[in-house]
């Protein structure tokens, strides 16, 4: 049987590799055949997305959930921020899977293969063989989405540990409107944790324990510590709906292990889609999809993941480098910085589309004392 042609192949399934064909489907890009290759039989309701968007966006039909304001707290005393140009949204995983997925069905020339592995990819030419454990494939060009261990350099480099239930209550007295973004900022064992709590509407509620570390924190040092949250919360007679766990690199990638070969392209957490010093990755992965379609739409070849503006890769190793040398006093750093810190210069840093006095801003934001002290400890270390 002949090996099965197409122009482009996607390795991995997830995030980038839906994001990219919505994108061409609702660009009408129809001159390219795609093939997604996912190891997964299927799609579960295995996460959560939240950021900060204007309150009208094109990803409108995705969003379950949207606060006007959020908020932070230390020892009981909370810092609230709202914004009348931004909204905090939440998007549900099985939502975006499942509407992805039906319209990759509908497409012309889109294929997602599901319960399929890639087992190895060999360079023939001008072409690729994808050998998978159900079949052999050959592309003009690959984008590699899958995500890979010991990708990242050594330091800076943290742990953000999560898990997270999405509960029903019978009954809750305290209701809120806003989302509890890091709520009880505290320190244990030298790790560094919060409560995030997002009110779902209707005595439904999404609440998870989250932790900065230098070693991933076990789902059950997570569930100990997830419940106690829970009771502190007066959260009673409730039921789970659903589970959410996960362990998120926050660190920068060795770039050397990114194989420089023709038509060969890298998305989603091995293309940098995750920003090091908070964890998010959706906007920015929906940023190279658009960018990925314009491309297409003009007959040029498509991108990895952009590379970083040289100052936010600077700020956020200088963040990454503060919290590690600090993790026993992040509460601390993070509630200075967040009381002193205007809203929406804080969102648009969180989006990487901060303009220049929002980087003014920032920088005067920072615990001073701290934020010199890495300063001067790393041109020391640089001169020696």
């Known amino acids: ?3 099965q042609q ?6 991995g399934g997830g995030c980038s590799a839906l994001s990219l064909a919505n994108q061409i489907i609702d660009n009408n890009i129809d001159g390219y055949s795609f093939l997604i290759l996912e190891s997964r039989k299927k799609y579960t309701d295995d996460k959560s997305w939240c950021f900060w968007l204007e309150k009208d966006d094109n990803l409108k039909n995705l969003i379950s959930k949207s606060w006007k ?8 005393t909370i810092i609230k921020h709202r914004s009348n140009k931004y909204y905090y949204k ?9 509407k992805s997925v039906k319209k990759i069905k509908n497409s012309t020339n889109i294929s997602l293969n599901l319960g399929e592995k890639v087992i190895k990819i060999i360079s023939k030419k001008k072409k690729y063989l994808v050998c998978t454990n159900k079949k052999k494939y050959f592309a003009k060009n690959i984008i590699d989405t899958r995500p890979k261990q010991n990708i990242y350099l050594k330091h800076p480099f943290l742990f953000q ?9 019978n009954k809750y007295k305290s209701n809120f409107n806003f989302a509890k973004i890091m709520d009880n900022m505290r320190v244990k064992h030298n790790n560094f944790f919060f409560d995030y709590i997002l009110p779902m509407g209707l005595n439904k509620f999404l609440i998870e324990i989250t932790s900065f570390s230098k070693n991933s924190i076990s789902v059950n040092t997570l569930q100990s510590m997830l419940n106690s949250t829970i009771k502190a919360n007066n959260f009673q007679n409730y039921k789970v709906i659903r589970k959410e766990y996960g362990v998120i690199p ?3 990638i060795k770039e050397n292990l990114r194989t420089n070969k023709k038509n060969y392209f890298y998305a989603g957490t091995l293309g940098g889609a995750v920003r ?4 998010y990755a959706f906007l920015r992965i929906q940023k190279w999809a658009i960018e990925c379609a314009n491309l297409l739409k003009n007959n040029k070849p498509l991108t990895s993941h952009q590379k970083e503006k040289v100052i936010i890769k600077k700020l956020d190793m200088l963040f990454l480098k503060i919290l590690i040398k600090n993790l026993n006093i992040a509460p601390y750093i993070f509630f200075t910085f967040l009381k002193r810190i205007p809203t929406d210069s804080f969102i648009r840093f969180m989006n990487g589309n901060a303009r220049n006095f929002d980087y003014i801003k920032i920088i005067y934001s920072m615990p001073k004392r701290i934020f010199l002290k890495t300063l001067v400890f790393k041109f020391e270390k640089n001169e020696k």
């Open 1 to 3: 049987m002949k090996n």
């Open 6 to 11: 197409v122009d482009y192949i996607v390795l």
């Open 69 to 76: 304001s959020f908020s932070f707290s230390l020892k009981g």
């Open 90 to 98: 939440y998007i549900r995983s099985i939502e975006f899977y499942d």
């Open 161 to 169: 540990s999560f898990l997270g239930y999405e509960i029903k209550v």
């Open 250 to 252: 926050m660190g920068f």
């Open 276 to 279: 090091p010093s908070s964890g």
